[in-house]
């Protein structure tokens, strides 16, 4: 199956820094993007939508001043999590849909675990 | 609005037991379901996709049957192991951008 890759997989950070995470897609092209945060036991929420060439388009709820998306290109897309605070502790994963395989499969990457101090 | 429950939420086996999850969604009108297992800290990884005209997916000892009709999904674990304990996710998709999540259940299975 297709992979998707995040960098870093676990950052630790004080309150009031910026954080970025990538996410790629190593080995097909992904026009669109999604980034979802789950909190401990608790099912995976979609933040927001992260598109090739244009703005992001974010969940009801979801600050988009806080969470800068940037999709710089064809198999990157960058998350933002801007003047952090321990609230924002959680476990951010993106995926991507391979449409090689025609039927809009997502593929996850392995998460990122931030801890803000 | 899409809705997606996981009954049980937690559930716990002796090793070489048959097993059945259950996914419930309550919009009919999806492109397909797809089942995910999670491991601790972990991202998710993809175990079966059934499309929407499709009945079920066999992969290994899983078997993911889909029911539109009565907005339901089932995982079929045969003779599970210590190494299926994770958690699993159904997710539905609608046929728009957004992939709904269901509850998860946790499997423990025991040596």
């Known amino acids: 199956g297709a992979v998707v890759s995040q960098h870093p997989s676990r950052v630790i950070c004080k309150s009031g820094t910026s954080v970025k995470i990538e996410c790629r897609s190593l080995?097909?092209?992904?026009?669109?993007m999604f980034w979802y945060r789950q909190f401990p036991k608790q099912s995976l929420m979609l933040m927001a939508t992260s598109n090739e060439g244009s703005k992001a388009t974010y969940e009801q709820g979801v600050e988009k001043d806080k969470f800068l998306i940037n999709h710089a290109s064809l198999t990157l897309s960058t998350l933002t999590v801007t003047s952090a605070h321990p609230e924002d502790s959680s476990f951010y994963i993106c995926?991507?849909?391979?449409?090689?395989?025609?039927?809009?499969?997502?593929?996850f990457g392995p998460g990122t675990r931030l801890t803000v101090l | 609005k899409q809705e997606v429950t996981q009954i049980p939420a937690a559930l716990s086996v002796p090793e070489g037991e048959n097993l059945v999850l259950n996914c419930s969604f309550t919009d009919s009108a999806i492109y397909n379901l797809q089942w995910f297992r999670q491991d601790p800290g972990k991202g998710l990884t993809s175990l079966l996709l059934i499309q929407s005209s499709q009945r079920e997916q066999t992969s290994g000892r899983l078997n993911a049957s889909l029911d539109k009709s009565s907005g339901r999904s089932t995982l079929y674990i045969a003779a599970s192991q210590p190494g299926d304990s994770a958690t699993y996710l159904c997710?539905?998709?609608?046929?728009?951008?957004?992939?709904?999540f269901g509850t998860g259940t946790r499997l423990k299975v025991l040596a």
């Open positions: 997710a539905a998709y609608p046929g728009t951008y957004k992939y709904i």
């Open positions: 080995d097909f092209q992904a026009t669109t």
């Open positions: 995926s991507a849909p391979s449409g090689t395989s025609g039927t809009n499969e997502q593929f």
